[in-house]
C-alpha cells in the first residue's frame, strides 16, 4: 500500500506521525490531515479563550473496520506522543464523518516481551476451539497493538459455542496493549463479527445474518430496535 499523505503537520508533528505510520506497517490509512481545532461552541455566552489545540482528520476507504480501527490508533497515539513531546495539543480526531475527543487518551501500554506475545498467541488460539486463528499480527504505534483474524467454518455455531470464550480472551489483554482488532470470518472469508477496541472505547459490529447466534456487545438496545432474524439453522 501506498504511504498515507501528511498535510497541514510541524515538522515535529511530522516525525511523530511517520514514527507511529512505521510501528503500523502497512497501513489502510490514506490521508492525514493537522490542523488547527475549532471547537464550534453555540449559544450566546462567549466561548472560553483559545487556543484549542489542534484536530487531527484521518481518512480510509469507506466501511474499513481495520482502517477505522487502525486510524483511532495512530489518533491516540499521536496525542498522547504530542503532549510528552511538549508539541501542540491534540485535542480532536475525525474520521469518516465523525470525530471524538482526545482530551483523555491514557498512557501507552507497556511493552510486552516475547514470552508475554506468545502467551496472548497461544491463549486466543485456545478460546476458538477448532476454528483456525489465520492471522496474528503484532503492532507497535506505541505499546503492543493486535490484530486478528479467526476462520470458522459454520459461523452460527461458533457465535452460540466459542464467540464469549474468544471475546473474554481478547478481554484480558486488552487494557495491557494499545489496542485490539479482532474478526471473525466465515469460510469465504468475510467478515461476520469484527471488534476494534482501546484502551478507552472502541466499536464493533456483526453482520446482520448472524445476529441471531452472535452475542450483543453494544451497552443497550433501542426501544424501536428490530430483534434479530430467526436463525436458520438453529431455529
Not at 61 to 78: I, M, N, Q, T, V
Not at 126 to 147: C, I, K, M, N, Y
Request: net charge negative; proline share 9%; glycine share 10%.
Amino acid at each position: 500500500m501506498a504511504d498515507p499523505r501528511i498535510e497541514g503537520a510541524s515538522h515535529e508533528q511530522l516525525d511523530l506521525l511517520r514514527e507511529v505510520l512505521a510501528g503500523l506497517g502497512s497501513t489502510r490509512i490514506t490521508d492525514i490531515l493537522v490542523r488547527e481545532f475549532d471547537p464550534g461552541f453555540e449559544g450566546d455566552l462567549p466561548p472560553p479563550p483559545g487556543p484549542y489545540g489542534d484536530e487531527v482528520a484521518i481518512a480510509t476507504a469507506p466501511a474499513d473496520h481495520r482502517g477505522a480501527w487502525e486510524a483511532g490508533l495512530l489518533a491516540r497515539s499521536f496525542a498522547h506522543r504530542s503532549q510528552s513531546a511538549g508539541l501542540t495539543k491534540v485535542a480532536w480526531f475525525s474520521h469518516g464523518g465523525g470525530g471524538t475527543t482526545l482530551e483523555y487518551v491514557p498512557p501507552a501500554a507497556a511493552p510486552l516481551d516475547e514470552e508475554t506475545i506468545a502467551r496472548v498467541r497461544a491463549e486466543i488460539e485456545r478460546s476458538v476451539a477448532d476454528a483456525t486463528v489465520e492471522r496474528f499480527e503484532l503492532l507497535r504505534p506505541q505499546g503492543h497493538a493486535f490484530a486478528i483474524e479467526v476462520r470458522v467454518i459454520e459461523p452460527h455455531a461458533f457465535l452460540r459455542s466459542h464467540a464469549r470464550p474468544f471475546l473474554t480472551a481478547l478481554g484480558t489483554w486488552r487494557t495491557q496493549a494499545d489496542g485490539v482488532f479482532a474478526q471473525i470470518c466465515d469460510a469465504d472469508f468475510a467478515p461476520v463479527l469484527t471488534v476494534g477496541w482501546y484502551q478507552n472505547g472502541g466499536f464493533s459490529s456483526t453482520r446482520r445474518d448472524v445476529e441471531c447466534c452472535a452475542p450483543f456487545l453494544g451497552l443497550s438496545r433501542g426501544i424501536m430496535s428490530p430483534d434479530p432474524p430467526p436463525c436458520p439453522i438453529f431455529d
